[in-house]
T-cell receptor, first 110, second 114 residues
């Protein structure tokens, strides 16, 4: 069964303290890995798509990387406004558009 | 460019009632997918519509149904509501040509069943 696992479940950082979130997946024939940010009570906001191992994408303090089995979302010098739940998702080997992980809840403390 | 619009934002319904939720995708997008989000299960796929046809379906009971109109707008319906149907219902819009294209979400409809 195709699965997406994110770790840690929750992460608390001091402002400026860099860290990484992990997303591991088991799906054959990866057709893209997607990162989203979700604020409480709102819909997920699209961040990045990665398609092949070795690919990297950056946006402000965020950088996403991809290997054959996992993806990392690196957060450099985070600010309190980066606090949110970060979700990763992949299309499964069948026809489900996106299978989501449970997310990492990030809190950045000033 | 307008984003994905979901209406209503909030709903309170009684057990046994039915409910219809609406989603207007980004202009030019032909695929609309629906997801249910709960604290325990996370985001779970309900179904996907493309060019007015259901293309994929998740593992939900038949009480959950949907449709898509010729202008790509979509509705989902839940009949005989149960307490466990309380959730944030999200729709996602993509151009839909192939799996792996970016999907953009609306703000969701928060459904509370009492």
């Amino acid at each position: 069964e195709d699965q997406v696992t994110q770790s840690p479940e929750a992460l608390r950082l001091q402002e400026g303290e860099s860290s990484s979130l992990n997303c591991s997946y088991t799906v054959s024939g990866l057709r893209g890995l997607f990162w989203y940010r979700q604020d409480p009570g709102k819909g997920p906001e699209f961040l990045f798509t990665l398609y092949s191992a070795g690919e990297e994408k950056e946006k402000e303090r965020l950088k996403a990387t991809l290997t054959k089995k996992e993806s990392f979302l690196h957060i450099t010098a985070p600010k309190p406004e980066d606090s949110a739940t970060y979700l990763c998702a992949v299309p499964d080997s069948g026809n489900t558009p996106l299978v989501f992980g449970k997310g990492t809840r990030l809190s950045v403390i000033a | 460019k307008a984003g994905v619009t979901q209406t209503p934002r909030y709903l309170i319904k009684t057990r046994g009632q039915q409910v219809t939720l609406s989603c207007s995708p980004i202009s030019g997008h032909r695929s609309v997918s629906w997801y249910q989000q709960t604290p325990g299960q996370g985001l779970q796929f309900l179904f996907e519509y493309f060019s007015e046809t259901q293309r994929n379906k998740g593992n939900f009971p038949g009480r959950f149904s949907g449709r898509q109109f010729s202008n790509s707008r979509s509705e989902m319906n839940v009949s005989t509501l149960e307490l466990g149907d309380s959730a944030l219902y999200l729709c996602a819009s993509s151009w839909g040509g192939r799996p792996g294209t970016e999907a953009f979400f609306g703000q969701g409809t928060r459904l509370t069943v009492v």
